[in-house]
């Protein structure tokens, strides 16, 4: 209950109104929206409705209403600070047994440092946003890199687009310098599968899409799941056509890209050449 209560007081505090305001808009008394963000009292399916609908987050009701119904435990995913929109992507990737990545033209967030998170965040802002946007953007994507770190956490298997890797939004050469590093870390890392792609030129294959993650669950009953990152939110798709897709369009990736085991070269070449 407590969980819902936080998300509740959050996305009010996010819409920039007060309790009283929010009652008002709502139809409900101020002590009501007391209570409910205070966890002294559930509040109604209606109620959550109402309020996520005032708060601009009515097409992720469902999602709330899981962890009100207690239909799922709750995660890291489901803090206050982690947008809705976010949520049931970074679940299933908490989940998932292996994950497979395509950006064009960025790193893959599981593989980006600090600066470079905070760096494309930045980037990739609308006019007029706060910077402290794009800092909890940036801190969000520090969490998520942790699933890479547990003992039984996931393979990654990501085929890095030659652009991301020449021309990072990175204005300082160290910076630049340490995300290669870190990059060239990843690939000694069992768990780490890393591929350059070749120019189009030479692979005679241009993906035409957004970047996509797909996900394989170790669960048999989990079909794999197709995630399209777009430009305001991550778009999960289940649709079995989809994910073929995607899938064949991962593979012809993979296959046209540089082998792995010299990923570390690439890399080092590339390092030679920054400053």
């Known amino acids: 209950m ?6 509740l007081s959050s996305l009010r505090a996010g819409a ?21 963000e205070h966890g002294l009292v559930a509040p109604r399916e209606g109620t959550v409705r109402t309020l996520l609908q005032l708060y601009g987050e009515g097409e992720h009701v469902a999602r709330v209403l899981s962890l009100l119904r207690e239909e799922r435990v709750p995660g890291w995913y489901d803090a206050p600070g982690v947008p ?3 949520s049931a992507f970074l679940e299933l990737e908490d989940r ?3 994950i497979y990545t395509y950006c064009p033209h960025q790193i893959p967030p599981l593989l980006q440092t600090p600066a470079y998170a905070l760096s494309a965040a930045l980037a990739g802002l609308l006019p007029g946003a706060a910077y402290e946007r794009a800092a909890a953007m940036a801190s969000l994507i520090t969490v ?5 770190d547990r003992q039984e956490g996931p393979r990654l298997w990501a085929v890095l687009d030659r652009t991301a890797l020449l021309d990072p939004p990175l204005s300082r050469a160290e910076d630049r310098l340490a995300q290669l590093d870190a990059l060239t870390a990843a690939t000694k890392q069992q768990h780490i599968a890393l591929q350059v792609a070749r120019p189009v030129a030479e692979s005679g294959y241009l ?12 669960d048999p009953a989990s079909p794999d799941t197709l995630v399209l990152h777009l430009l305001h939110a991550p778009v999960v798709i289940e649709d079995r056509r989809r994910v073929e897709e995607h899938q064949q369009a991962f593979a012809r990736l993979s296959l046209s890209a540089l082998p792995v085991d010299s990923t570390a070269d690439v890399l080092d070449e590339i390092r030679n050449s920054t400053t």
């Open 144 to 148: 998520r890199q942790q699933v890479l």
């Open 84 to 86: 809705l929109a976010l």
């Open 96 to 98: 998932a047994q292996i």
């Open 2 to 7: 407590s969980v819902v209560a936080a998300r």
């Open 207 to 218: 993906y035409q899409g957004p970047p996509f993650t797909l996900l394989r669950f170790a």
């Open 16 to 36: 920039g109104l007060s309790m009283k305001s929010a009652a008002d808009a709502a139809g409900l008394n101020t002590s009501t929206i007391f209570r409910i």
